[in-house]
């Protein structure tokens, strides 16, 4: 068979921090046990097909740039077919065993709802068939409810019930394809469910249509055989200015408003949470409190602008924050480290994917090292817990129970007098931070 990756003529091996080999892991060792299990299970990596295999480096201002070879064919299925070839290949040769896809990615749409399922169903038949002879597994299935014309006025959220009806027969149709592939999740990304201007929009309405979209997807999944896990996907704009899933918080409260929060669990994207104005970590924790982290698409923004990058995530504080929350909530069960990110414009060549994913399995594998350490040790989990020990007995202990009323509140204050002004040494704990991060050793 075709190799699309020439260059590449074993799979990426582990060398250790000290090989000079760009094309080798410093950190990524996926037999090393941390903390009983194996890397790789900790660090359950998924490659993104649509950036990795069918993003061509277009941009708002510049034509596509990346010529892949395995995108060239006259027949729409025809391209399917060979991308599907190259991203095989890929996932064997970089070691990854998960991936996920939108209906989209894999196959094209046909002239009419029957002809697009006969060629999904003829790309994930053989998708199935790459999955048994290599042992890579889909992760999570998605319905590009984005791109076609007939949703740029949403797709659940449409005005129109006919471009709802459309999309809930995409999602009916990727739900199969999930469910045929053995992917352990389901996710919507509300792109374009929300809205640009309100002189032309019904909000209430749109989230009520919206949440409709949700039950049938659980309803049906039931009936389908799916055992997984529907996780949403928070973004606050782009392309919609104002989108519905706005960021954790926003999602968690739409969820628990329709009662759909047993359903659903969050898959949080590192990009994501700086446009709506957070950190990773922050998205991450608000998730985890709930008891509804899923999943992540690991990527980076630039802070410099002020859209969707979607970059490799090469930024060791925020991956060892992440994957701390991660640890500390004993890892995904349903979900995983999808890597929603694209290489550069600018990076024509198929080596460069091989660059972008081993710097970031590097970065997480360095980070989940680290994470591994900091909990360990217990000295910043320690300074938070001693941080509220008040809470645990006397008066704290009784207003968390529910027992305390206002006026004995300020019996109490007024007993106690004025509370010391407790430190909460922010810049020792960053230094403390950074010293692991940096300085310690953590073999
Ligand atoms: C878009 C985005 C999507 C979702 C899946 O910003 O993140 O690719 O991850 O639809
Ligand atoms: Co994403």
């Known amino acids: 068979m075709r190799t699309y990756f020439p260059e590449i003529k074993h799979p990426v091996r582990y060398e250790g921090p000290d090989t000079r080999n760009p094309l080798a892991f410093r950190w990524y060792d996926p037999a090393r046990k941390v903390r009983g299990i194996p890397m790789a299970d900790h660090l359950k ?51 990854v065993r998960y991936y996920c896809f939108h209906d989209r990615d894999m196959a094209p ?24 002879e290599t042992g890579v597994r889909l992760m999570w299935g998605t319905a590009a409810l984005a791109a076609n014309p007939r ?14 009806a459309h999309a809930a027969g995409q999602v009916r149709q990727m739900i ?50 799916f055992s997984g896990m529907f996780f949403v996907e928070p973004k606050p704009r782009e392309p919609s200015t104002h989108q519905y899933d706005f960021d954790a918080a926003t999602t968690l409260g739409f969820l628990r408003e329709f009662g759909l929060l047993d359903h659903f669990m969050l898959n ?27 999943s992540m698409d690991i990527n980076r923004g630039d802070p410099t602008l002020g859209w969707d990058t979607d970059q490799f995530p090469t930024d060791l504080p925020s991956a060892t924050m992440a994957v701390l929350i991660v640890l500390r909530q004993g890892g995904f069960r349903y979900g995983g480290l999808n890597f929603d990110a694209k290489v550069r414009r600018g990076s024509f060549d198929t080596v460069d994917l091989f660059h972008a994913h081993i710097g970031a399995m590097d970065t997480m594998a360095r980070a989940l090292l680290v994470a591994d350490r900091i909990i360990k040790d217990g000295v910043l989990d320690g ?7 008040g809470w645990r007995t006397g008066i704290g202990g009784k207003v968390l129970k529910g027992k305390a009323t206002l006026p004995e509140l300020e019996e109490h204050a007024a007993r106690c007098g004025e509370p010391g002004l407790t430190s909460g040494r922010q810049e020792m704990l960053e230094s403390i931070l950074n010293d692991y991060l940096y300085c310690s050793r953590i073999e």
């Open 45 to 95: 990596f998924s490659v993104a097909y649509w950036h990795a295999f069918c993003g061509a480096g277009a941009d708002p201002f510049g034509l596509p740039s990346l010529g892949r070879a395995w995108r060239q064919d006259r027949d729409p299925m025809g391209i399917a077919a060979k991308t599907l070839d190259a991203a095989f290949e890929f996932f064997v040769k970089i070691g």
């Open 109 to 132: 749409e046909g002239k009419n709802v029957g002809e697009t399922r006969r060629n999904l169903e003829t790309m994930v038949g053989r998708a199935r068939t790459k999955q048994d």
């Open 151 to 164: 949703y740029t006025h949403g797709a659940g959220t449409n005005p129109d019930p006919l471009v709802f």
């Open 176 to 225: 199969d394809a999930t469910v045929a592939l053995g992917g352990t999740g389901y996710v919507f990304w509300g792109g374009r469910e929300g809205y640009s201007t309100l002189l032309n929009t019904d909000m209430k309405q749109e989230r009520l249509q919206y949440a409709r979209l949700l039950e049938m997807a659980v309803e049906y999944g039931a009936r389908a055989g």
């Open 268 to 294: 949080i994207e590192a990009n994501h949470a700086t446009l709506a104005g957070h950190t990773f970590e922050h998205e991450l924790q608000v998730a985890a409190d709930a008891g509804k982290l899923g």
């Open 383 to 389: 300074f938070v817990s001693d941080r509220y020990a």
